[in-house]
């Protein structure tokens, strides 16, 4: 019940496409869910994040979509551009304290020109 | 400023040495975690520190013992550790609180056990 599933495992997109990464979830006292960026030999880097009061949150070319019934969330990359390609980590956790986050399985994602 | 900083960037030990981490942040957050994280995989949690306090121990072994000096420094100290440690090792931090739990990691330290 604490997984989340992430897909596809890998991604390759041409320059100026969209790229899309799901997740999907089970536990429902998740309320709080984070999309991270990671280079080779770099630490991950918070992206964006959405919690399940609101389906759609958008900053630049990133857009999360949340599904609370379906208890799925997805990343969309517009116009995806070579410096994008990275590892995605969605991710979930409760809200309040400290908390121990549940992360995806992470999408290797690769913009070719 | 939402910079994490670890030292060392890169670190080479025998399974006899003792060595350690350091992790260090200045955003004021109260909540530091240690990560190891294999090729391939999503980070995995070791120990989270709340409040200077060790409040999660993901039954890590002994070989690992984490340590937070102060709100802003966390450590971890290494001895006898084997071949399959090897994994970079990252450091995060957060606020307490409602609606703050963003974490914040820092660029890792690899490690590799030889």
């Known amino acids: 019940q604490q997984q989340v599933k992430q897909s596809p495992q890998s991604l390759i997109v041409q320059k100026g496409g969209i790229s899309i990464i799901n997740c999907a979830y089970e536990n429902t006292a998740f309320d709080y869910f984070p999309w991270y960026q990671q280079f080779p030999g770099k630490g991950p880097a918070l992206l964006i994040a959405?919690?399940?009061?609101?389906s759609e949150k958008k900053e630049g070319r990133f857009t999360i979509s949340f599904n609370k019934s379906a208890k799925q969330f997805s990343l969309h990359i517009m116009d995806s551009q070579p410096g994008d390609s990275a590892t995605y980590f969605c991710a979930a956790s409760g809200s309040g304290g400290y908390q121990k986050v549940t992360f995806g399985t992470g999408t290797k994602l690769q913009v070719i020109p | 400023d939402t910079e994490v900083t670890q030292t060392p960037k890169h670190l080479v030990m025998g399974m006899t040495n003792k060595k350690s981490l350091k992790c260090e942040q200045h955003?004021?957050?109260?909540?530091m975690y240690w990560y190891k994280q294999k090729a391939k995989k999503p980070p995995e949690l070791m120990f989270v520190y709340s409040y200077e306090k060790l409040s999660i121990n993901e039954s890590v072994p002994s070989r690992f013992s984490p340590e937070c000096p102060n709100s802003s420094l966390l450590n971890l100290h290494l001895h006898a550790l084997q071949p399959e440690d090897s994994a970079l090792y990252l450091c995060?931090?957060?606020?307490?609180?409602?609606?703050?739990?963003?974490?914040?990691f820092g660029p890792g330290t690899r490690l590799l056990v030889l």
């Open positions: 995060a931090s957060s606020q307490v609180g409602s609606l703050q739990e963003t974490q914040y």
């Open positions: 959405i919690r399940p009061d609101v």
């Open positions: 955003m004021g957050h109260r909540a």
